[in-house]
């Protein structure tokens, strides 16, 4: 056990092992697992050891006058080297999952590496791969916005110059078999579950444009510009060298 809080009515304990140990661990402690939760924590354990386990107490409960259906606000810190979100975890059997994520990031958050090289917004977007995730709303955060979080308890780490992402997720159970990371160029990958949380970026190969192609703000209106001399210069050269081959064919006869 490494860690153990309680906020309100509700036990937190975080704890390390194997898979075996943590379905020990649980067991003993009150919990009561099907067998979809155990086969989850037996994949996850392949990729991270820790774990975190959360109990009402019901008699604090009642006298905080919680209802079914109530929940309590927590935060939780991991030291990682980019983002990671299991996501999988949310598609309960024969249910549609339906999830909204928010990112706070020092830059702005892309479906593509194309995007990111180029800095075109992916407001909109699909997330590759994954049915139904959009990405729904960014922007960098306002002064007002930026007050609120960097002023709340533990939260002084915000920025001012941050940046927010919301994605929404509204997809079918069976499709959501993935996880989540963000690459340290703000790209967005996906891995099957189970995947260890920096192996869902760091087993990626990156698909970037060439270093020549200039990265540009989110937004900025120079995208559309550098994309159309892109293609005029292709269409100058295809323009060319099929002129050439007309000389050529002319010379010879």
Known sequence: ML?????????????????????NWATGNGFVLNNETRAHLLVYAKGSPIFLAAKYDTSAAKARGLLQGDGTPILITMKTEHIWVPLEVLALEGQQVQADLFLLTDQPVYTSDVAATVGQSSVGSQVPDASGFVVAFQEQVTPT???????????????????LTYLTLNAPEPTVTYDLGVSSTGVIRLAPYGTPPMAVVDGEVSHDLPGWVPRLPLGAPQVLLIIVALIAALSGVFLLVRGRRRARVRTAV
């Open 3 to 23: 860690q153990h809080v309680k906020i309100e009515a509700l036990n937190i304990t975080v704890i390390r092992g194997s898979g075996p140990q943590v379905l």
């Open 145 to 163: 916005l930026y007050h609120d979080l960097s002023t709340d308890r533990n939260m002084g780490w915000v920025r001012p110059d941050s940046w």
